[in-house]
């Protein structure tokens, strides 16, 4: 089993940063690909950003490139998000997620992930 906590989230101007933290608890942390998924009212949840297990390979949406920045400390089990030069469209609720990382489907699904924290609102202000 493993437990996410999100923190970080708040209220920011357009052209402002965030980053946000998932705290996760489990003997198995550095065994797992870790992502990050948003999901804004009324729409589908997207994918946002992943890593690796040891934190060699980054994966991040179109959407974040250039933007986005995703790392990980495994000797603190805890999963970041950098957001900068923040946009109104990346209001969100933003999810940190996880799953073995020999395990199926496609990192890019929230689908394939098995365990998730309970969210952290970003708000984008223009």
């Known amino acids: 089993q493993v437990q996410l906590v999100e923190s970080g989230g708040g209220l920011v101007q357009a052209g402002g940063s965030l980053r946000l933290s998932c705290a996760a608890s489990g003997r198995t942390f550095r065994s797992t690909i870790m992502g990050w998924f948003r999901q804004a009212p009324g729409k589908e949840r997207e994918f946002v950003a992943a890593?690796?297990?040891?934190?060699?390979?980054?994966y991040i949406a179109d959407s974040g490139k250039g933007r986005f920045t995703i790392s990980r400390d495994n000797a603190k089990n805890t999963v970041y998000l950098q957001m900068n030069s923040l946009k109104t469209e990346d209001t969100a609720v933003y999810y940190c997620a996880a799953r073995p990382i020999l395990g199926s489907g496609s990192i890019y699904s929230f689908k394939a992930y098995d365990y998730w924290g309970q969210g952290t609102q970003v708000t984008v202000s223009s």
């Open positions: 890593i690796s297990g040891s934190g060699g390979t980054t």
